[in-house]
């Protein structure tokens, strides 16, 4: 990898001409929790719907979004997932 002591421009990085995206800024993190409350809420829909705790396979099966693996990758597990939801009835 590259030396910590080399700094990089990132604006060289844009091939965008100025004046592109001259709009408000959207930190970062507030797409993200919204991205986190979206799945959130999913997990819900799918557990009042079925009353059951979703896997890989029945969350894929069920054409649920935001896709398994993204599910995977927001929380470490499904399972981290339902703990997310605060399902207290749940032994997860």
């Keep these: 990898m590259g030396s910590p002591d080399v700094v990089v421009d990132l604006s060289s990085h844009n091939t965008n001409p100025p004046g592109v995206f001259d709009g408000e800024a959207v930190p970062i993190s507030d797409v993200a929790d919204a991205r986190l409350e979206e799945a959130v809420a999913a997990l819900r829909e799918f557990v009042d719907q079925r009353g059951l705790l ?3 396979e029945s969350w ?3 054409a649920m979004r935001p896709s398994e693996k993204t599910i995977r990758r927001q929380f470490g597990s499904f399972r981290g997932a339902i703990q997310r939801a605060a399902y207290p009835w749940i032994d997860v």
């Design 54 to 56: 979703p896997t890989a």
């Design 60 to 62: 894929t099966e069920a």
